[in-house]
């Protein structure tokens, strides 16, 4: 139990151990929450339940002192050039200092060094085997058998449990639990809050639950926290300012620009797209007649390329459209595609106007970036149109969802 050496009044322990800042607070109280996520889902997906986790353990920290474990990215599915890219340690994408200042956060590295390997439990979420049975949305969570394999094994000694897969190759913990669950972030806080003999908890398949308050104001200070490190914001400004001589004045991309990029971005999602989503996507040729419409409504005569298209491709959609050009990193390794990623992310949110492609992770996280940036709802709010509707005509689609709120400051 943390604070014992405060014997007496529950509420004078309280005021003195929880509601310290975290420099005073010492480590040996603090309690971890690590978290993984299904190893199939995309950079983007990961993105937004990291806000969820975020969001949940700054709930925790008003009660008891919650640390937010950063775990490393492994090599995700998306991440195609052949060099090594496992294991990535946040700072690499992320600005630690403003992560910190919304929620304690430490690298996964980080906490081994200061806790050790041996965690106290695992929950592994999934859904309810028999569905939703009562006919009405209930939250809930509750221990059940497992429903489907489960990447977590009892080590050789028969005692503790441990995961399967590249990450958290170090933990060990002596009590592991598939649980069921339908619902909001929160209802994790009866399994989590309470319990003096335990420190450091793992949530596998965190995705399994929502955000507690989706588009509202912890949904977006969340957002603003997770700034993209500074080196890539930087290159994202050295490629803008060669290619159009634009220099924009938007620090760490949480307040508002005082002039967009003389430019017009799409995001134009490819890859397993062409069979994944194959109507929600456009010829390249339909896609240049959709860009060169757009030039001409616009009035902005560069594009910016952010895409996942092969090379052909590429070379293809710009000899359709003239002054299309696409961010190529000069040394790849130094940034990993995530980084590259992130670049292309940056680049687009300052375009004067943007176009995404349908229910893509990678442009809803573009728009919040723009919306940051003060961009209007009419210049980011767009899509490319598929096949499915008319592939020339860039207004043929419907508009991505759009929530109407204040544009966050
Ligand atoms: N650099 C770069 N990568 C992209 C682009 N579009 C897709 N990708 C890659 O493909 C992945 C798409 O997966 P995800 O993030 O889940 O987004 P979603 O599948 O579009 O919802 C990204 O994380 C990138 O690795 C792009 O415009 N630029
Ligand atoms: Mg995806």
Request: glycine share 6%; aromatic share 12%.
């Given at each position: 139990?943390?604070?014992?050496?405060?014997?007496?009044?529950?509420?004078?322990k309280v005021s003195?151990?929880?509601?310290?800042?975290?420099?005073?607070?010492?480590?040996?109280?603090?309690?971890?929450?690590l978290y993984a996520?299904?190893?199939?889902?995309?950079?983007?997906?990961?993105?937004?339940?990291?806000?969820?986790?975020?969001?949940?353990?700054?709930?925790?920290?008003?009660?008891?002192?919650?640390?937010?474990?950063?775990?490393?990215?492994?090599?995700?599915?998306?991440?195609?050039?052949?060099?090594?890219?496992?294991?990535?340690?946040?700072?690499?994408?992320?600005?630690?200092?403003?992560?910190?200042?919304?929620?304690?956060?430490?690298?996964?590295?980080?906490?081994?060094?200061?806790?050790?390997?041996?965690?106290?439990?695992?929950?592994?979420?999934?859904?309810?085997?028999?569905?939703?049975?009562?006919?009405?949305?209930?939250?809930?969570?509750?221990?059940?058998?497992?429903?489907?394999?489960?990447?977590?094994?009892?080590?050789?000694?028969?005692?503790?449990?441990?995961?399967?897969?590249?990450?958290?190759?170090?933990?060990?913990?002596?009590?592991?639990?598939?649980?069921?669950?339908?619902?909001?972030?929160?209802?994790?806080?009866?399994?989590?809050?309470?319990?003096?003999?335990?420190?450091?908890?793992?949530?596998?398949r965190f995705e399994?639950?929502?955000?507690?308050?989706?588009?509202?104001?912890?949904?977006?200070?969340?957002?603003?926290?997770?700034?993209?490190?500074?080196?890539?914001?930087?290159?994202?400004?050295?490629?803008?300012?060669?290619?159009?001589?634009?220099?924009?004045?938007?620090?760490?991309?949480?307040?508002?620009?005082?002039?967009?990029?003389?430019?017009?971005?799409?995001?134009?999602?490819?890859?397993?797209?062409?069979?994944?989503?194959?109507?929600?996507?456009?010829?390249?040729?339909?896609?240049?007649?959709?860009?060169?419409?757009?030039?001409?409504?616009?009035?902005?005569?560069?594009?910016?390329?952010?895409?996942?298209?092969?090379?052909?491709?590429?070379?293809?959609?710009?000899?359709?459209?003239?002054?299309?050009?696409?961010?190529?990193?000069?040394?790849?390794?130094?940034?990993?595609?995530?980084?590259?990623?992130?670049?292309?992310?940056?680049?687009?949110?300052?375009?004067?106007?943007?176009?995404?492609?349908?229910?893509?992770?990678?442009?809803?996280?573009?728009?919040?970036?723009?919306?940051?940036?003060?961009?209007?709802?009419?210049?980011?709010?767009?899509?490319?149109?598929?096949?499915?509707?008319?592939?020339?005509?860039?207004?043929?689609?419907?508009?991505?969802?759009?929530?109407?709120?204040?544009?966050?400051?």
């Open positions: 139990m943390y604070c014992n050496w405060l014997p007496i009044l529950f509420i004078l003195l151990c929880y509601s310290q800042p975290e420099s005073i607070q010492a480590i040996g109280a603090r309690k971890y929450l996520v299904n190893p199939g889902e995309g950079f983007n997906l990961r993105r937004d339940v990291h806000m969820r986790v975020e969001n949940l353990v700054r709930s925790l920290r008003k009660d008891e002192p919650w640390v937010l474990v950063l775990p490393p990215w492994p090599h995700l599915v998306h991440w195609r050039s052949n060099y090594p890219q496992g294991n990535i340690p946040w700072k690499m994408f992320f600005d630690l200092d403003s992560l910190n200042e919304y929620v304690p956060s430490i690298e996964y590295e980080d906490f081994l060094k200061e806790y050790g390997h041996e965690i106290d439990r695992i929950l592994y979420l999934q859904n309810y085997a028999e569905g939703w049975t009562s006919g009405t949305w209930e939250d809930k969570i509750d221990p059940r058998d497992c429903i489907n394999d489960v990447p977590y094994i009892k080590d050789n000694d028969s005692e503790h449990w441990k995961r399967l897969g590249p990450m958290f190759p170090e933990l060990r913990s002596k009590e592991f639990k598939c649980m069921s669950a339908q619902g909001f972030t929160s209802i994790l806080t009866t399994q989590l809050l309470g319990r003096d003999n335990e420190r450091a908890i793992l949530v596998d399994q639950l929502l955000h507690s308050d989706f588009w509202g104001d912890d949904y977006w200070n969340a957002r603003k926290s997770m700034v993209y490190a500074k080196e890539l914001r930087e290159e994202g400004n050295r490629f803008m300012k060669e290619q159009y001589s634009y220099i924009p004045d938007s620090s760490k991309g949480r307040q508002k620009l005082s002039t967009p990029g003389p430019f017009m971005a799409v995001h134009l999602r490819r890859a397993d797209y062409h069979y994944a989503r194959p109507d929600q996507i456009p010829s390249i040729e339909g896609a240049a007649q959709q860009l060169n419409k757009l030039k001409q409504e616009t009035g902005l005569d560069h594009v910016f390329l952010a895409s996942d298209a092969s090379e052909k491709e590429r070379k293809l959609l710009k000899k359709l459209v003239s002054n299309l050009v696409w961010y190529k990193p000069k040394n790849p390794h130094l940034y990993g595609d995530g980084g590259v990623a992130i670049i292309d992310q940056w680049i687009c949110a300052h375009a004067s106007y943007f176009v995404g492609s349908y229910e893509s992770t990678f442009s809803f996280r573009i728009r919040e970036d723009r919306q940051m940036l003060g961009m209007t709802r009419e210049n980011t709010f767009n899509d490319i149109c598929g096949i499915k509707d008319d592939e020339n005509d860039p207004h043929s689609c419907e508009k991505p969802t759009y929530w109407p709120r204040e544009t966050p400051t």
